[in-house]
């Protein structure tokens, strides 16, 4: 069997291993959707200010929501089980057996991003169905392009993280730490209207924030053309390219010492 048969087989097998891990599904669909039907219940009857006009904040939660979804997916999840992997060993066992060491992390980056795309069209289908939210038909290319550079830049960077958790243990805290103040600075769960410009500052740095921002653009019922924002885009990928080298450079399959 050939590599490239490898590595789809490998996407199957993980996908059927997640299902199979019911905390790990449920909190990984649940808790987006918390927070979309949290927000929505606390701000959604607020207007707020966008490109062009003003719209309900649904409009607002619905992308950021859908941002976190795919970073939960992609990021979170992906550094936690493979140093979880890591420190039991399977991954020292996966390269001692004729599947080749990329096929491996492709279905490792495969499982992750189906979910994150499952993730989007639950989140934006809820913000359709419940909320009033319109679907960004015209800006659909620009959507799937969001998205799809926004995955892989983020299992870049969860597996470049592998490589600065110690072990499985403290997985959760240093996963967790890395990525949920940005959540807070970044557009995804409140509007900042006038932050003060070291947060401002912080947010433009790292790529949640241009990916909160990219999707919204998405979803503005103002937007003219077809909403790619080129400049966000840009930076997600830039990290992206950063995640890849670090993780090339400093990724182990040993269990840590």
């Known amino acids: 069997m050939n590599g490239v048969r490898l590595a789809v087989r490998q996407v199957f097998f993980e996908n059927r291993a997640f299902w199979r891990n019911p905390a790990a599904a449920f909190f990984t669909f649940i808790m987006p959707l918390f927070f979309l039907v949290l927000f929505n219940a606390l701000f959604g009857d607020n207007e707020m200010k966008v490109p062009g006009g003003t719209v309900n904040e649904s409009v607002f939660y619905v992308p950021g929501i859908a941002a976190m979804g795919v970073i939960s997916a992609c990021y979170t999840n992906i550094a936690m089980m493979v140093s979880v992997s890591r420190d039991l060993g399977v991954l020292k066992r996966v390269r001692g057996t004729p599947l080749p060491a990329w096929a491996y992390l492709f279905g490792r980056i495969g499982q992750a991003t189906f979910v994150a795309v499952l993730l989007v069209v639950i989140i934006t289908g809820a913000g ?25 830049a983020f299992c870049a960077l969860g597996l470049a993280l592998t490589s600065v958790i110690p072990n499985s243990d403290a997985s959760p805290a ?79 399959w040993e269990p840590r010492r």
């Open 128 to 152: 359709a169905l419940f909320y009033g939210v319109d679907m960004p038909t015209n800006t659909m290319p620009a959507f799937i392009v969001t998205v799809a550079v926004a995955a892989a």
């Open 174 to 252: 240093i996963t967790n730490a890395s990525i949920l103040p940005l959540f807070f600075v970044s557009n995804v769960f409140i509007q900042m209207d006038d932050p003060p410009v070291w947060l401002d500052t912080t947010g433009d740095i790292f790529p949640v924030k241009h990916f909160a921002e990219a999707l919204g653009t998405v979803f503005n019922p103002y937007t003219s053309g077809a909403g790619f924002e080129w400049g966000h885009l840009a930076v997600i990928a830039a990290w992206g390219v950063f995640g890849a080298v670090v993780a090339l450079r400093f990724f182990t």
